[in-house]
């Protein structure tokens, strides 16, 4: 079974489109149609002419001569008779350009604001949420005579060898004369959505150890297999098997509640949404927890919502926690040198997005970065919060 699925934009894409400078980086967002009348309309093609006009403008301010600019920007032009790339829409499309490279361009499911930026480095602010509670779990399918492990998050899924450390079935950990006659197991379901154990006499404990020790080796290999040892570990199977394996296993995190069924017989899709479900809340709370965390703590040196703190704590990597308001961005310039902050009232020639700047500075030193709406915000009257590390 092949897995197709993987990250829109792994992070260490997104790192390296955070290191590039140029003397003119070009960031694009655009939401998508994925209506057939929608995309009749050409309404996303209509919204990238109009950034490609801002970003023209932007380019004769920065001194650059048409002719310049027309074969600067031509990699974005060709983008509009891109048939394939405007009838296989995702939610949002992210285009980025600078002089010294190809023209990149990441269909994500995020549905932006129209928006462009050109500066000397990459916009990145609206990515940040394809990492929001994309946390790594496990997925174990487990059958008695089936094993499979994948390492998955939001948008990845991906195979995980637990075969060179683990059995892949019952004959393997319990060897190959165990009574197969003694347990039969039928993978259908009873009413209440599970599958059911049938003995014969006295080999039901008999039937009960030999999977008791395939449980035992099978968990012993997925410990040796994964790297996030504390990270969720949700099983596909039906609920017997679910019960036994919870009592068997010594993993930290073991999900309360399984995909069921036989995963053997599902698809990968439907194992990876199945599986996302039900540990979704389990991120979800993490955010929720660092909220809290921030309301605690708030009479305390370990918070601020002061820019002028907030700015170099991000630069310096003192940052636990970021929290943004979904609202227009912060400009200015902050002088590292002499540790002072300007702040501007809308963008200028040659300021920066401060909250593009902290934000990225925070996610790619370890910090968690989050975007909130504005009602979300420990402090609604800042557009910025933060935890700090000391």
């Given at each position: 079974m092949q897995v197709s699925e993987t990250h829109p934009l792994p992070q260490k894409t997104f790192e390296n489109l955070a290191e590039k400078r140029a003397l003119h980086c070009i960031s694009v967002y655009l939401p998508m149609d994925k209506k057939g009348s929608e995309q009749n309309k050409h309404i996303a093609q209509a919204h990238l002419k109009t950034c490609i006009n801002d970003v023209r403008k932007t380019l004769v301010q920065h001194q650059m001569h048409d002719d310049e600019i027309m074969?600067?920007?031509?990699?974005?032009?060709?983008?509009?008779?891109?048939?394939?790339?405007?009838?296989?829409?995702?939610?949002?499309?992210?285009?980025?350009?600078?002089?010294?490279?190809?023209?990149?361009?990441?269909?994500?499911?995020?549905?932006?604001?129209?928006?462009?930026?050109?500066?000397?480095?990459?916009?990145?602010?609206?990515?940040?949420?394809?990492?929001?509670?994309?946390?790594?779990?496990?997925?174990?399918?487990?059958?008695?005579?089936?094993?499979?492990?994948?390492?998955?998050?939001?948008?990845?899924?991906?195979?995980?060898?637990?075969?060179?450390?683990?059995?892949?079935?019952?004959?393997?950990?319990?060897?190959?004369?165990?009574?197969?006659?003694?347990?039969?197991?039928?993978?259908?379901?009873?009413?209440?959505?599970?599958?059911?154990?049938?003995?014969?006499?006295?080999?039901?404990?008999?039937?009960?150890?030999?999977?008791?020790?395939?449980?035992?080796?099978?968990?012993?290999?997925?410990?040796?297999?994964?790297?996030?040892?504390?990270?969720?570990?949700?099983?596909?199977?039906?609920?017997?098997?679910?019960?036994?394996?919870?009592?068997?296993?010594?993993?930290?995190?073991?999900?309360?509640?399984?995909?069921?069924?036989?995963?053997?017989?599902?698809?990968?899709k439907s194992l990876h949404h199945e599986s996302w479900v039900l540990v979704e809340q389990y991120f979800e709370k993490t955010k929720k927890e660092k909220i809290k965390q921030y309301n605690e703590l708030y009479h305390t040196q370990k918070t601020s919502y002061a820019l002028e703190t907030i700015i170099p704590a991000a630069i310096n990597g003192k940052i636990d926690t970021l929290f943004i308001s979904n609202g227009p961005d912060i400009y200015g310039i902050y002088d590292k040198e002499n540790m002072e902050l300007r702040l501007d009232e809308k963008r200028k020639l040659h300021n920066t997005s401060l909250t593009n700047m902290a934000s990225l500075r925070t996610f790619l030193q370890g910090g968690k970065v989050y975007l909130l709406d504005a009602d979300e915000m420990p402090i609604k009257e800042s557009s910025m919060n933060a935890i700090l590390r000391y």
């Open positions: 074969a600067f920007l031509k990699p974005i032009d060709r983008l509009l008779s891109k048939v394939e790339l405007w009838r296989n829409p995702s939610d949002g499309l992210a285009i980025f350009l600078n002089p010294e490279e190809e023209l990149l361009t990441f269909k994500v499911p995020i549905s932006f604001k129209v928006q462009s930026f050109v500066a000397n480095h990459y916009y990145l602010k609206p990515l940040l949420p394809l990492y929001h509670g994309d946390g790594i779990y496990y997925l174990l399918e487990l059958s008695q005579d089936y094993v499979k492990l994948f390492e998955a998050s939001r948008y990845g899924f991906k195979d995980v060898y637990v075969e060179d450390f683990a059995p892949e079935r019952l004959e393997e950990a319990v060897g190959f004369d165990y009574r197969p006659t003694m347990l039969q197991f039928r993978t259908g379901q009873d009413i209440h959505g599970s599958g059911s154990f049938h003995g014969h006499g006295e080999g039901k404990d008999d039937d009960k150890k030999e999977l008791t020790s395939f449980f035992r080796a099978v968990d012993k290999g997925v410990k040796k297999a994964i790297t996030h040892q504390n990270a969720p570990l949700v099983l596909a199977c039906v609920d017997n098997l679910f019960n036994l394996y919870k009592q068997v296993s010594d993993h930290p995190k073991i999900h309360n509640q399984n995909v069921g069924g036989d995963p053997e017989f599902k698809k990968i």
